[in-house]
C-alpha cells in the first residue's frame, strides 16, 4: 500500500499545520522516505481564490524529486491540462467525473489512466460535490461503475463528512469499489497507525494522510513502515 503525505495550501499556507511552508513540508517528506505527496489548493477547491504560481513551483521540482498526485476541483481539461504541463505525476479529476463522461473519456484517452485518478466524494451515501453540501443523486460504487467502463483504474474516495476530522476513514465504503478491481486511494479521517493497517489489510492501493501528520499524531517514518509491514 502507498502512503500519501498531504500538503494542503490555504493562503500561500500549509493548512492545519505549524509548518506554513509548503515546498518546505515537502522537502521534509522526502527526507523522511516518502515517495509521493498529495497536493490539493483549497482556496481553488472552495472557490475562495487560487495559490497558482505556487503550485507551479511545487510540480516543477520544488516537491524535492517526489511523485506529486494533485486534487482540489480540477473539473475542466484545461485546469488538468495545466497540472500535467507543470509536472504532475497524476491529477484527480473532480466532480465533473460525475456530470460529464465526454469530459473523463477525453481525459483518459490524452493522459492514460497511470497519469488520472477520479476522486469520488461521498457523504451519507451519496456523491458530493467537494467545498458544497451539495449531494448529487448518485451511489458511489455507480459513479465507480462508470468511471470503470471509460478506463479508469485509480479512485481517491473519500468521506466528505470526515475530512480532517480525524474519526477515521470509510474503509466499508472503500473497500466496496476495491471490489470492482479498481485501485482505491482511502483519505477522509485517518489518525492513527490502526486506520492504515486497516486500510492495508481491506487491500486499498493507498492511504493519503494529513492533519495526523501535522499533528505529530506519528511520524512519517511510522507511517511508512506500517504500510510497508
Not at 10 to 38: E, I, T
Request: proline fraction near 2%.
Amino acid at each position: 500500500m502507498e502512503l500519501y503525505p498531504a500538503v494542503d495550501v490555504q493562503g500561500g499556507r500549509v493548512a492545519r499545520s505549524a509548518f506554513s511552508d509548503p515546498l518546505a513540508v515537502a522537502r521534509q517528506f522526502a527526507r523522511d522516505g516518502a515517495r509521493w505527496v498529495h497536493f490539493v489548493d483549497l482556496d481553488r477547491a472552495l472557490g475562495t481564490g487560487d495559490n497558482r504560481e505556487l503550485a507551479r513551483r511545487f510540480l516543477a521540482g520544488g516537491a524535492a524529486g517526489l511523485r506529486v498526485q494533485v486534487g482540489g476541483a480540477l473539473g475542466t481539461e484545461a485546469a488538468i491540462a495545466e497540472m500535467v504541463a507543470w509536472g504532475a505525476s497524476r491529477v484527480v479529476i473532480g466532480t465533473v467525473a460525475a456530470t460529464d463522461e465526454g469530459v473523463v473519456a477525453r481525459l483518459l484517452a490524452r493522459y492514460g489512466a497511470d497519469r488520472l485518478a477520479v476522486g469520488i466524494d461521498a457523504r451519507e451515501g451519496r456523491v458530493a460535490a467537494r467545498g458544497s453540501t451539495t449531494e448529487l443523486d448518485l451511489a458511489p460504487l455507480e459513479l465507480a461503475r462508470r468511471v470503470q467502463s471509460l478506463g479508469a483504474r485509480t479512485v481517491i474516495y473519500t468521506d466528505a463528512a470526515r475530512d480532517g476530522t480525524l474519526t477515521g476513514p470509510d474503509l466499508v465504503g472503500a473497500r466496496a469499489i476495491a471490489a470492482l478491481g479498481l485501485d482505491v486511494i482511502v483519505s477522509g479521517g485517518v489518525a492513527w497507525l490502526d486506520d492504515l493497517r486497516r486500510a492495508k489489510h481491506a487491500g486499498l492501493a493507498g492511504a493519503i494522510v494529513g492533519r495526523a501528520l501535522h499533528e505529530r499524531r506519528f511520524t512519517l517514518a511510522e507511517a511508512l513502515a506500517c504500510v510497508a509491514a
